[in-house]
């Protein structure tokens, strides 16, 4: 198995004064954090500040050009990658689900590859909301919605304890990333996750994380609860961006009869 | 070697249309025989189309995966590719044949520059280009999404290869390596050209004769070959496109059902060809054709090599060029064998016998039953009866000969055994050897005692009281490598001691008289028939 990501006295993720330039452009900026096992945090920022970046690290599908990344008190630069990887939930917002696999084949990928027993598929599906008989469907024979809930299920079949999301709602209209958002939540407290999800959708990470980074320019310029942020405590960045979703609700306010 | 590697020696023991006395039967056996090498041809096409596929398969397939991560290996590979795609097949058929010579110099011989290497390598090149492009783009159009995926879930290099790129890459690369299935079907056809039997072999021989059917068949067979495994790539292509585990498995089994199906007659030991030599003149024209048509009968392919020269002839014996040939007693023994005595008949074959098995190690199956000796011979009328009669007289006479006499042994012994010493001596080719006797340009001839001509002319053979020429008993021969043979020798023993002077004289008459002449092929038949006539326990 990969790092023990169990619950404990080590945060489960931790950034060390990470940098990454991508041809000269910097993309992280000696970001440091370190988040709680059984947190569900948000990145928010415009296109470009960073976010993806930063959740492309735990799991090494990038490496940092300086600084250090720990993932459950371990140094990720010295564990193999791809055990690393199994044991890590990853969604991605293209989903990227393999395209001639079934989607029972799709979800037991990571048991398979690493010589697991096979995974129990109708439960799998039943948690992230989709019914049994989907199971031999390909994943093209599937809506939008469907498609990304069977990619969570796949980042949660081997029993990962955390998840990263990179804009997993990006592509899918309003009613199902609203649905889809309150069923990630509820898995994350179900089983005791750890979930970073990346969005750039203030008014998202305001309604389902515990703690919201706001992100520019390969910095963490944010750093709140919801209720802090809403409040006007988490400094100018924060509040701009806050501020669109209640300008939003305001007006929507006045629309009412 | 089938029958169809060599189709201009085949061919060129048949007279040309309208001098036989009946060539269509003639021709309709060929084109007969033409159909009844097909499937021994389909089989070493496929053997070769297959193996050349295998190779490109070997060399594109991994070839196409290191290009499709690496763009400048990629250009210069399909550009490799496709320059050689521009250079027309047989081109580069030919182009092999210096190259592998070269090769086979520097490394101190033993690459063969003809037949399975050469065809192999040109369309094994062929076959690269669209192989290797398919591939290529089959990789490079899979959705970077779903390889980043691959990453994430942790597979390792090898997982991701198989488990998502090659079935997500498949659909593609199977059409190209369908493309160049097709290719390679229908370019094998040139490989006729380097000597390797393929289907071209009707073609270009149909070609060479202006049998449009043959050129006909080897297309239409060439082409069947291709749209059935076009088809049943096609069938392996849907079913890895569709997911269709069934359609996949019931493709490959048919395309290796019909591998195994067409390799079978060219993976059995094939016979090879048996060529049958012929010297110069028409007995042995007739003899060979009876000779190769017994070979045909118990299942030999047969070529023929005819108008050997005498000398030539047992050394293409020995060195195995030629399988059997006629061969006269006399000649070995004052040609081959250097001995200058007369012996007895039987003295004489059992002393060559015995030289072949310590020297040149060639077989003798046994006297014919007829002699063909030389002898000197006169016009009816002109007074001599014996060679010795001749002495005093000689240098007042012509003497007519065959292009060989004058140089051979049992002249020098003739002439020295009586003194002879004629005003002029001409060569002739028999046929006019004969005529010059008749018009009085030579006086004495030297004939051939089972010469047809000799009775038809009322001609007078001389008499040799002193026993200067050897026996010309008629023997038949084998190359060495049919000492052992037995169903070889076993086709031909029962010629032995069965063809007498009369029969072979009235045979060679009818080939050799000016008026209603009949071909060697024909003239053989009828002895055939009186040689199982006395085959056959008489009632």
């Known amino acids: ?257 | 070697m089938h029958g169809w590697g060599r189709p201009s020696k085949q061919l060129a023991g048949f007279a040309p249309p309208g001098t036989t006395p009946n060539p269509s039967s003639e021709e309709q056996g060929l084109v007969k025989e033409a159909f009844s090498q097909l499937p021994p041809l389909i089989g070493s096409h496929v053997l070769l189309a297959s193996a050349a596929m295998g190779l490109a398969l070997l060399i594109g397939l991994p070839l196409g995966l290191l290009s499709a991560r690496r763009p400048r290996l990629a250009a210069v590979a399909v550009g490799f590719a496709g320059l050689v795609q521009t250079i027309p097949g047989l081109a580069l058929l030919a182009l092999f044949y210096p190259l592998l010579l070269a090769i086979s110099a520097l490394i101190g011989g033993g690459v063969p520059a003809l037949g399975f290497l050469p065809a192999l390598l040109a369309l094994t090149l062929y076959a690269l280009l669209p192989i290797l492009r398919n591939v290529i783009a089959g990789l490079q159009g899979i959705d970077p999404a779903v390889l980043q995926a691959a990453n994430a879930v942790g597979m390792t290099p090898r997982q991701r290869l198989r488990l998502v790129e090659a079935p997500l890459a498949a659909p593609v690369a199977m059409a190209g390596i369908r493309t160049a299935a097709v290719w390679t079907i229908g370019t094998a056809t040139l490989a006729t050209t380097v000597g390797y039997p393929t289907l071209g072999n009707p073609i270009f021989a149909g070609l060479q004769i202006e049998r449009w059917d043959l050129v006909l068949a080897g297309c239409v067979a060439a082409a069947g070959l291709a749209l059935v495994t076009d088809f049943l790539l096609g069938l392996i292509e849907r079913g890895i496109g569709r997911r269709n585990r069934r359609l996949t498995i019931v493709g490959s089994a048919l395309l290796a059902l019909g591998l195994v199906a067409a390799g079978l007659p060219a993976l059995r030991p094939t016979e090879r060809t048996i060529t049958v030599g012929a010297k110069n003149f028409s007995e042995q024209y007739i003899l060979s054709r009876l000779i190769g048509a017994r070979l045909e009968r118990a299942g030999y392919h047969v070529a023929y090599r005819e108008g050997l020269g005498s000398a030539v002839a047992f050394r293409a014996l020995a060195s195995g060029d030629i399988d059997v040939y006629v061969e006269y007693s006399g000649t070995l023994w004052a040609g081959a064998m250097a001995r200058s005595d007369t012996p007895s008949r039987a003295a004489m074959l059992e002393g060559i016998a015995r030289w072949m098995a310590t020297g040149p190690k060639t077989v003798l199956i046994g006297p014919l039953g007829f002699e063909n000796a030389y002898a000197l011979a006169v016009r009816p009328g002109s007074g001599f009866s014996s060679i010795a009669d001749l002495a005093s007289r000689a240098p007042k006479l012509t003497l007519g000969a065959d292009l060989e006499f004058l140089d051979r042994p049992e002249w020098h012994a003739i002439r020295d055994a009586y003194d002879l010493r004629f005003a002029a001596t001409r060569a002739y080719s028999p046929t006019f050897m004969y005529r010059a006797l008749r018009s009085g340009q030579a006086d004495v001839i030297s004939a051939f005692s089972s010469d047809g001509r000799i009775a038809a002319d009322h001609l007078i053979v001389l008499a040799d009281p002193k026993q200067a020429v050897p026996h010309y008993d008629a023997i038949l021969l084998a190359s060495p490598t049919h000492a052992n043979d037995a169903r070889f020798l076993a086709a031909l023993r029962p010629l032995v001691n069965r063809i007498s002077v009369e029969d072979m004289r009235s045979a060679n008459y009818s080939v050799d008289r000016d008026a209603a002449k009949t071909t060697p092929a024909t003239a053989a038949r009828w002895l055939d028939k009186r040689v199982r006539s006395r085959t056959e326990p008489s009632p």
């Open chain 1, 1 to 257: 198995m990969g790092p023990d990501l169990e619950p404990s006295d080590q945060p489960a993720l931790a950034y060390e004064q990470v940098s990454r330039r991508y041809g000269g452009v910097s993309a992280l900026d000696a970001v440091s954090l370190t988040v709680a096992p059984g947190s569900f945090v948000a990145l928010v920022g415009k296109s470009g500040s960073g976010k993806s970046s930063l959740l492309r690290l735990p799991n090494r599908l990038d490496t940092p050009d300086e600084g250090r990344v720990l993932v459950a008190g371990q140094d990720v630069a010295h564990v193999d990658p791809i055990r690393l990887r199994r044991g890590i939930g990853y969604v991605f917002q293209n989903i990227g689900l393999f395209p001639h696999m079934s989607v029972a084949e799709n979800i037991g990928i990571v048991p398979r590859i690493d010589d697991r027993p096979a995974v129990d598929v109708t439960a799998a599906l039943e948690r992230v909301g989709l019914t049994p008989d989907l199971a031999n469907r390909l994943p093209a024979q599937l809506s939008g919605g469907q498609q990304q809930r069977v990619g969570i299920a796949r980042a949660l079949a081997a029993e990962a304890k955390l998840l990263l999301m990179d804009e997993p709602f990006g592509a899918l209209d309003p009613v199902t990333r609203d649905t889809l958002g309150r069923t990630v939540r509820k898995l994350h407290d179900d089983l005791g996750l750890t979930t970073i999800l990346v969005t750039h959708d203030m008014a998202e990470a305001l309604l389902l994380a515990d703690r919201i980074l706001v992100m520019s320019q390969g910095r963490i310029v944010a750093d709140a609860g919801p209720s802090d942020m809403l409040a006007g405590r988490a400094g100018p960045e924060a509040d701009a961006l806050v501020a669109i979703p209640r300008e939003q609700a305001r007006r929507l306010h006045e629309l009412a009869p």
